[in-house]
């Protein structure tokens, strides 16, 4: 079957329960009754409400943030036998890392302080625009690329698992301490807005375009 000739589980007048996962009829007249899960009771929708706009509020505000997560420090350490604190940013921690010969560290925080969040950031934006433009090439690409997306999620808090780990670390030397900073905080903001994102974006409104084209 070629993609523009499927047929939406909602032309059908079928809705999917966003709670638990069940495949339920929807009503079939324009002004009945709002239908409920027959099996968890939560409201039944044909596609997530102003999912579309949501994405965008959450995308605008995880951009916004990321910008001080970077250039914040995101660890300071302070060191007794000196009695002085050094704060560093994100980068400035993988160079640290990087030359004390932590090069698997380094690497691990580059990958999920740069790649995954940009990577997530530009993935939902490209597809919000997709919809927002009723794109409707590459369709199934698009809707892999979401998958992609929803997957990579959890390692974008691996960086804020490492500072984690380090402050716990050197907490436990009798010379120097760690705390983390205020762009650990912003840092750890952007992931849960992503998330928040990815989960409000309905990949089926990129599907619902083929069906306004050919209308």
């Not at 994100?90 to 691990?108: E, T, Y």
């Not at 808090?157 to 705390?179: C, E, K, N, T, W």
């Not at 928040?196 to 209308?215: C, I, T, Y």
């Amino acid at each position: 079957m070629r993609t523009h000739d499927a047929v939406s589980a909602a032309a059908r007048g079928l809705g999917t329960c966003e709670a638990c996962g069940l495949l339920a009829r929807l009503p079939q007249r324009a002004h009945a009754d709002p239908l409920h899960c027959p099996r968890c009771h939560a409201r039944l929708h044909v596609r997530k409400p102003a999912s579309l706009t949501r994405t965008w509020v959450l995308l605008i505000l995880s951009y916004l943030l990321y910008i001080p997560a970077n250039a914040l420090p995101i660890l300071a350490t302070r060191s007794v036998l000196e009695d002085q604190s050094q704060e560093s940013t994100i980068l400035q921690g993988v160079v640290l890392f990087w030359n004390s010969g932590s090069w698997f560290i380094a690497a691990l925080i580059l990958f999920a302080s740069v790649v995954v969040p940009l990577t997530k950031l530009f993935a939902l934006t490209l597809l919000a625009i997709s919809v927002q433009r009723h794109w409707t090439w590459d369709l199934r690409q698009r809707t892999r690329l979401y998958r992609l997306v929803e997957g990579i999620g959890r390692w974008s808090m691996l960086d804020i698992y490492v500072v984690a780990l380090s402050v716990a670390l050197v907490q436990l030397g009798r010379f120097a301490s760690m705390q983390a900073g205020l762009g650990a905080v912003c840092f750890g903001t952007v992931v849960v807005l992503t998330m928040m994102a990815a989960h409000s974006f309905d990949p089926r409104l990129m599907w619902d375009n083929v069906k306004s084209e050919r209308g």
